[in-house]
């Protein structure tokens, strides 16, 4: 079980990224801007920007909470293990390593839907609709994965033997991994990132 469970946490550090990655079209710079000899007058797509920074700083900082948390209990379960002289005994490590797991995917999945969307693109510029496509898959992507984490954590809770946790984790793994497909697949229907991402059109 112990496998299972770090393959799964695993496939929850790599979706975490997926979900707020943008290509560098939702960076770049306004071309419309005004300009002075000392600085350049914000635009709709620069103020839009720094809410988007904003904004993926806080997603990190859910992330490298949960990180944090998870490398505690591998911490704990490895030093349990160490000392275990039975099979009850790493049984029980490895029990509460999961609890400890679960703990910290509720607190991530709850911490990310209280994030909620990010910040909309100003209308009227060149990547508008591009990342506004790009959001939407994101979104899509990581209510999916959400929703598999909400699961996986009440089907762990309940499961009265090794073989219902190990079904849990499949069943999650599978799920997150069509909706990486359903995500890439929307990302390449976007087509090429457009030029002057922030020009107005």
Same mark, same amino acid.
Do not use: C
């Given at each position: 079980? +112990?496998?299972?469970? %770090? #393959?799964? /946490?695993?496939v929850?550090? *790599?979706v975490?990224a997926m979900?707020?990655s943008?290509?560098?079209?939702a !960076? =770049?710079a306004s071309?419309t801007a005004? %300009?002075?000899? $000392?600085a350049? =007058?914000s635009t709709?797509?620069?103020t839009?920007r720094a %809410?988007w920074?904003? @904004?993926?700083?806080?997603?990190k900082?859910i992330n490298?909470t !949960?990180? %944090? &948390?998870?490398?505690?209990a591998? &911490?704990t *379960?490895? =030093?349990a *293990?160490?000392?275990? $002289?039975t #099979?009850?005994?790493?049984q029980?490590?490895?029990?509460?390593?999961e609890v400890?797991?679960?703990?910290a995917l509720n607190v991530?999945v709850?911490?990310?839907t209280?994030a909620?969307?990010p910040?909309a693109?100003p209308?009227? @510029?060149?990547?508008?609709? @591009?990342?506004?496509?790009?959001?939407a898959a994101?979104?899509? !992507?990581r209510a999916?994965?959400?929703?598999?984490?909400s699961?996986l954590?009440a089907s762990l =809770?309940?499961?009265?033997?090794?073989?219902a946790? +190990?079904?849990a984790? *499949?069943? @999650?793994?599978?799920?997150v991994?069509t909706a990486?497909s $359903?995500?890439?697949a929307?990302?390449?229907?976007l087509? $090429?990132p457009p030029?002057n991402?922030?020009q107005? /059109?």
């Open positions: 079980m +112990k496998s299972i469970a %770090t #393959k799964s /946490l695993a929850v550090a *790599l975490a979900g707020v943008v290509p560098a079209v !960076f =770049a071309t005004s %300009t002075s000899n $000392t350049t =007058a709709p797509w620069t839009w %809410t920074v904003t @904004y993926v700083q806080g997603i900082a490298a !949960f990180h %944090t &948390s998870i490398g505690a591998r &911490s *379960l490895q =030093a *293990l160490a000392a275990s $002289t #099979k009850a005994d790493r029980a490590a490895i029990a509460a390593f400890s797991a679960e703990a991530r709850a911490a990310i209280a909620g969307d910040p693109p209308a009227g @510029y060149n990547g508008t609709a @591009y990342v506004d496509g790009i959001q994101n979104e899509a !992507f999916t994965v959400a929703t598999a984490q699961t954590s =809770a309940a499961a009265t033997t090794g073989q946790a +190990k079904t984790h *499949l069943t @999650y793994e599978q799920t991994g990486v $359903t995500r890439a929307a990302l390449l229907a087509g $090429t030029s991402p922030g107005l /059109l």
